[in-house]
């Protein structure tokens, strides 16, 4: 008889709860999302830890506290001020997008304490995470049995069934178009982070890992594009051979494309299968499709035009408009970036407290000084702190197309950052 030890168990409960909480997945016959789910165990977990153990609040975690107290507040002003009493903000920004992520994030943290001994490990493990959706992903494309099986295990929205009846775009387990190929995005930054800090023998491994996730990402969605260029700008920007380094990944790239077209150019079928998956990817910045067929391509002009306007009133950009969405459920005035949601629905001075209170989060994690330790040197301080930055940028990039946030990076770093500083834990009955 197989014997699985307890140890190993714990070890595959951890990348499950890892997996199942950045992947938000509807499950049949589950009455809400994993995400959810987990967050409800983290909540009673958090609640378990704090009757066995003090709580330690450090001095720089006050502001981020602080400032998510003023969102709130500010959240009930411009609702009151203006009459409108709706609570989707406070409901989908601040509980889905904060709170859910912060408690889940807790239990993943706390469940993986023996197995994650720093930001390094930690990002290591977001990373495993990443390439098992891409490949999920890249697999359920090409192969319509695997697909069959992805897709029916899930309840998927039918605006996501209607995209993938074309056959076009990629779609793992709760993964999302736009906001799967976000994922990968960040997890993109992570790779380059791990290549530029690993040894010579690993590297390949990481430049097949990025690979791997770029044709992913791009198969969700063109998005993905932006994780790519800021990925490689952050390789340029941190790497000490950058123009080695850019050439050997381009060249790889190349190979890779290379062999592709060298397939389906042998195997016509093949091509003209995934024809429109190839011309969808090639128009992002075009704008022939719409002159010739009247209808909009998601490119950038098209965003910058339908998306965002100027506010006709004044008080807008003081208190805004008290409204996140309309009565049928659709984002207020029709408009998708989280800039344009958020001036909206509580003015400028509610972006300001919003954002600030990223920052903040950011700010905790930032590695001030030397750590002793084998893994800890000024170089790799300085690169991780400014694989912060690039994840801070990323995501304010992100804020330009959708409502999407990366609380759930930012807060898993910071339970593992209070675990690692606090190894004595009482685990009681969690």
Known sequence: MLKISKRKIQYNLFYIL??????????????????????????????LYVLNNKIVIYKNMLSAIVLFGLLIIWNFITIILNSTYQITFLIYEIGVGIIVPFFGTFLVSFCGREYTKGYRNAIQNILRVVEIQSVITITSFFF????????????????????????IRAYGLGSGFDLGSFVISYSLLITVYLYLTCSKKERNKYII??????????????????????????????????????????????????????????????????????????EFLMMDRIAATGKTTNTLTVLFHEMYFVPE????????????????????????????????????????????????????????KNIKG??????????????????LLLNLIIYIKLDSHCFWLLFYLMWVQYFNTNRRVKVGKI
């Not at 509580?346 to 590695?367: A, D, E, N």
Request: proline share 3%.
């Open 374 to 391: 084998k893994d800890n040197n000024e170089y790799e301080i300085k690169l991780f702190n400014d694989l912060l930055t690039f994840i």
């Open 313 to 368: 009133h004044f008080k807008t950009w003081i208190i805004g408009d008290g409204l996140f969405t309309t009565v049928t459920g659709n984002p207020y005035m029709n408009t998708d970036p989280f800039y344009m949601r958020a001036l909206l629905f509580f003015g400028l001075p509610g972006v300001v407290i919003f954002l600030l209170f990223v920052f903040s989060i950011v700010s905790r994690l930032i590695i001030k």
């Open 144 to 167: 319509g049995k695997i697909q069959t099986i992805i897709y029916s295990v899930q309840d998927l929205p039918d605006k996501v069934k209607n995209s993938l009846e074309g056959g």
């Open 209 to 282: 890992a990025y690979l791997i996730q770029a044709f992913a990402g791009l198969l969700m969605a063109r998005s993905a594009a932006v994780g790519i260029v800021l990925s490689l700008v952050f390789l340029v920007y941190t790497s000490k051979g950058a123009k080695r380094t850019i050439f050997f990944v381009i060249k790889v790239t190349a190979i890779v494309m290379a062999v592709c077209w060298e397939v389906m150019t042998f195997l016509p079928e093949l091509l003209n299968k995934y024809r429109s998956t190839i011309i969808w990817l090639t």
């Open 18 to 47: 890892l997996f199942f909480s950045i992947y938000n997945t509807k499950f049949h016959g589950l009455p809400i999302s994993t995400a959810n789910v987990i967050a409800i165990m983290g909540i009673v977990a958090f609640l």
